[in-house]
């Protein structure tokens, strides 16, 4: 059974960095792509990044990808997501997911293409 554990969620000023991990377990974890979404109060859940299963290609939301940063170690079966100039604007609910892909170097951004959730750690940024 595949097992996503989040942690590194607190709260920080505005300004700071937070660094994110997610430890995998249950899974050939090197066969799956990961992504990182985010729920606000009173919002939908989106799309923050994701990274290829050999952690080649990245991709971003557009207003993000200047301050947020996903990575992977596959050894360590884990994915972390490294924030920084955090806005308040950022506090949320984030999830880690995986999808099974068989390309190697193909992300997905869709919450439909991942069948595998965290239970989310709580990013809270005060201003």
């Known amino acids: 059974q595949v097992r996503l554990v989040e942690s590194g969620g607190g709260v920080v000023q505005a300004g700071g960095s937070l660094r994110l991990s997610c430890a995998a377990s249950?899974?050939?974890?090197?066969?799956?792509?990961m992504g990182w979404f985010r729920q606000a109060p009173g919002k939908e859940r989106e799309f923050v990044a994701g990274?290829?299963?050999?952690?080649?290609?990245?991709g971003y939301a557009d207003s993000l990808k200047a301050r947020f940063t996903i990575s992977r170690d596959n050894a360590e079966t884990t994915v972390a997501l490294q924030m920084n100039s955090l806005k308040p604007e950022d506090t949320a609910v984030y999830y880690c997911?995986?999808?099974?892909?068989?390309?190697?170097?193909?992300?997905?951004?869709?919450?439909?293409?991942?069948?595998?959730w965290g239970q989310g750690t709580q990013v809270t940024v005060s201003s």
């Open positions: 997911a995986a999808t099974a892909t068989w390309s190697v170097n193909s992300l997905h951004s869709r919450i439909m293409d991942y069948n595998a």
């Open positions: 990274i290829s299963r050999s952690g080649s290609s990245t």
């Open positions: 249950g899974l050939v974890f090197s066969n799956y792509a």
